[in-house]
């Protein structure tokens, strides 16, 4: 069974930095492309990050690039989101997910709060 | 940027057929996907390169894409089909585009 766990979520300061991360199990994680995709109620689903599988081929969302770093570590089956600068816009359910042109499985989300 | 609609909301009683519509301009020359996300829950994708059904995904849910509106039909409605349905699509203009959701009632 496919399973991914994110976690890391929390109050961030305006200015400030969080990393998150996801635990993948039940599928070849190192041979699969990744995502990290944010949520809230105003702007709905946005996707903001994607790491091939090797971790060479990176694309942002203009809205973070420059800001956020996505990475992965394939012996430990785990990908991250490194968040620099928050913005009080940056509050979001993030979730990470599979897939390249479209997300074949999701985790269940980690929330971020972006608030003094 | 490109802007994909849909329907904030859409009811339909049980055991008929809801029609969910997604916008966008000439949006049946790129590929649309669909998902599905019940209350408290994290998307589920549904559909996939406009018509195609992941694994476990029942035959009563199903797509289309041409013109400028692609459109996920789901058959014989029943009470779990509840919750907001997202549709998206990508190139290499766009990257990755989400609609609003269609938030489905079944009265």
Known sequence: EVQLVESGGALGQPGGSLRLSCAASGFSFSTSEMNWVRQTPEKGLEWIAYINSGGGNIHYADSVKGRFTISRDNAKNSLFLQMNSLRAEDTATYYCATGTNYFDYWGQGTRVTVSS | ?107
């Open chain 2, 1 to 107: 940027s490109y802007e994909l609609a849909q329907p904030p909301s859409l009811s339909v009683l049980p055991g008929q057929t809801a029609s969910l519509t997604c916008s966008g301009n000439r949006l049946g020359e790129k590929f649309v996907c669909w998902y599905q996300q019940r209350p408290g829950q994290s998307p589920v994708l549904i559909i996939y390169q406009d018509q195609k059904r992941p694994s476990g995904i029942p035959g009563r849910f199903s797509g289309s894409n041409s013109g400028d509106t692609a459109t996920l039909t789901i058959s014989e409605t029943q009470a779990l089909d509840e919750g907001v349905y997202y549709c998206q699509t990508w190139d290499s203009a766009t990257d990755v585009v989400f609609g609003g959701g269609t938030k489905l009632t079944v009265l």
